[in-house]
């Protein structure tokens, strides 16, 4: 499996439009767009940094992962994504040496992308998401 590169950075956030003003209004970063993934129970935004992003997630529901994640820990830095050519592949890897999985199928995510994310206690606490894009 080849990691091609960093794809985005992951932050929950109670509201977009609030963070909007920070991250775009500061900081300077244009706005990709928005879009609600409605089986994640989520709202993205995307803003382009070079060849990655930073993807802001608000819950659309208290019982989706952001929701709860916001509960149990605030607003943060939620998850690390990598660019992989064949999510497929990568996951029957990952499979094969043993890898502790959330997801044993690539779903949909933001953007046409499809993603998987490995257990954060197999990664030193990190939440570390998969993602294809083609």
């Excluded at 990709?32 to 060849?51: C, I, N, S, W, Y």
């Excluded at 989706?64 to 916001?70: C, E, L, N, S, T």
Aim: charged share 30%; with cysteine.
């Amino acid at each position: 499996m080849k990691l091609e590169r960093l794809d985005h950075i992951g932050i929950a956030v109670e509201k977009i439009d609030e963070s909007l003003a920070i991250w775009e209004g500061v900081l300077g970063l244009p706005l990709h767009g928005t879009e609600e993934v409605a089986e994640q129970k989520v709202r993205t935004a995307f803003l382009p940094v070079g060849d990655s992003e930073v993807e802001l997630l608000e819950t659309t529901d208290p019982e989706g992962a952001i929701g709860k994640y916001i509960a149990a820990k605030g607003p943060g830095i939620q998850h690390v994504a990598f660019r992989v050519d064949d999510i497929d592949a990568a996951l029957a890897e990952l499979k094969e040496k043993g890898g502790r999985l959330i997801d044993q199928e690539p779903r949909k995510g933001a953007g046409g992308a499809r993603i998987a994310f490995l257990h954060p206690k197999a990664t030193g606490g990190v939440l570390v998401e998969l993602c294809e894009r083609k």
